[in-house]
């Protein structure tokens, strides 16, 4: 038997898709998100913190990714000042790295040099966004002697660079951008050793288990078929998903019949576009380009974890520097002399030039609003390349439950709402799992109250539970 379009995509299907598809609806009622599970045998954490990226309206995802139909040249175009005056930067804009902090940060230098090349010495230069991109630009700009000033819409810097410190915890955790990826080869782990960020090396092996929890032999059968899919993508006259591309292609035609383990190939196909595809790009697999959407592992060999407060490192890049918080830009209007902004509280502000660093998602929202209208290149930019949806819970235990000291975990034939799980004990030393949802669970799983989305990460532990090791569970609560 084959692997049927039907079992990719069920369940896959983009909320806004479903949005789009009820206001063509007169009479459509709101659809009500279902309960997630609430069995777990797994113990209570001691310490539970959730991130919130998919809903906030400063960010309305965590990074950019490449949908059908977009590509590579989008994000170039985003490089290109708008009049001399309006630039761009932002993990979306990299042309190294887009989507991590290491490209967050190559924008905020290359467009810094942008600005050096046109700007007179002793301009007023306006930065919007104090995360990576826009502190980098900033302090570069700064010490080049032009007077900048930093609008960001949130009290603190560091945009989707957050750490949350409490008591409860060992180290400074990173609600955001925690991972430094190739550390031995980008210019940013660099940076953080020298400001004296702790950062701790990761073994990235990954451990696949069935619903059973037995371990799943390792198989390249997921990755090749993929390449097949791809390959035979790059001659088609179109664009296609990663999902259509898989079906149409045939390379999804895998056997259904159980293996060792019980796992047939088509469950660890499924399982890998689903989980380190869709879960990782924070897209679902019918929306991923099959030409030029990379697969990107949320841990790889040579990767390192941020232990040491990421967003301290930020706010040093604008120490000095004149930064104006829970200011919201509504405007940018281009004048005959510069560029003026007005915010949302009625404020206004000149500059002969400004930086843009805002999320890609906050552009697409139109929550800034340009006079006259960016060129349609720009535009059509913007509203071509997609904003990814991924969210993660934090969860801190007495002691482990489980016993692999593999890095990274995922349920082979599981239906989860969590399905790549971070662990953190063989690099730290501390009981900590970082739990990843992405694309329409990250949409759904935003709705729900902290305990709900607690007891939907326990469950999808099941797996990896050590009876062996685990402690009687409380009765009912978070962790605290």
Avoid at 68 to 85: I, M, S
Wanted: hydrophobic share 40%; proline share 6%.
């Amino acid at each position: 038997m084959s692997m049927s379009r039907r079992s990719f995509i069920v369940g896959s299907i983009s909320g806004l898709t479903v949005l789009a598809v009820a206001a063509c609806t007169e009479s459509a009622p709101e659809p009500t998100p279902p309960m997630p599970s609430t069995r777990s045998d797994i113990p209570q954490p001691v310490a539970f913190q959730r991130t919130s990226w998919t809903s906030d309206p400063l960010a309305t995802g965590a990074f950019s990714y490449l949908p059908v139909g977009a590509t590579p040249e989008q994000r170039a175009v985003l490089r290109e000042p708008v009049d001399g005056r309006i630039f761009f930067a932002g993990e979306h804009t990299a042309d190294v790295g887009p989507g991590t902090v290491q490209g967050a940060r190559v924008s905020g230098r290359r467009v810094a040099t942008d600005v050096l090349q046109r700007a007179q010495p002793g301009e007023r230069i306006a930065v919007v966004g104090a995360g990576l991109a826009g502190a980098t630009a900033a302090r570069i700009l700064s010490d080049a002697g032009f007077e900048v000033v930093v609008i960001e819409g949130r009290e603190r810097a560091g945009g989707r660079i957050s750490t949350f410190s409490g008591d409860e915890w060992p180290f400074p955790i990173e609600l955001g951008a925690a991972v430094i990826h190739d550390a031995g080869s980008n210019s940013l782990s660099n940076a953080l050793a020298a400001a004296r960020i702790e950062t701790t090396p990761v073994e990235a092996r990954v451990e696949r288990r069935t619903r059973a929890g037995a371990v799943a032999a390792e198989s390249d059968v997921a990755e090749d078929a993929l390449l097949e899919a791809r390959t035979w993508a790059e001659g088609q006259l179109t664009d296609l998903s990663i999902a259509d591309a898989l079906v149409e292609s045939g390379a999804a035609e895998l056997s259904d019949e159980s293996g060792e383990g019980g796992i047939s190939d088509a469950d660890r196909l499924e399982n890998y576009v689903t989980a380190d595809l869709g879960t990782a790009a924070g897209a679902d697999v019918d929306d991923l380009s099959a030409w030029f959407a990379q697969p990107v592992p949320v841990l790889a060999e040579g990767d390192e974890l941020v232990t040491g407060d990421f967003q301290s490192f930020v706010a040093a890049e604008l120490e000095g520097i004149d930064v104006l918080p829970s200011s919201h830009v509504s405007h940018i209007t281009t004048t005959e002399h510069g560029v003026s902004l007005r915010l949302v509280r009625g404020e206004s502000y000149s500059a002969e030039r400004v930086v843009v660093t805002v999320p890609l998602g906050v552009l697409k929202a139109g929550t800034i609003e340009f006079e006259p209208p960016l060129p349609f290149s720009h535009r059509g930019a913007i509203s071509a390349l997609g904003m990814g949806l991924q969210d993660k819970v934090l969860l801190r235990f007495e002691k482990p439950f489980w016993s692999t000291d593999a890095a990274v975990w995922t349920v082979i034939d599981g239906d989860t709402d969590f399905p790549l799980w971070l662990n953190l004990l063989p690099a730290t030393g501390e009981a900590i799992l970082v739990g990843l949802t992405g694309g329409e669970a990250a949409q759904r799983l935003a709705e729900y109250g902290d305990q709900e989305v607690l007891d939907a990460a326990l469950a999808s532990l099941e797996p990896f539970l050590d009876p062996s090791l685990a402690s009687p569970r409380p009765s009912s609560g978070v962790g605290g």
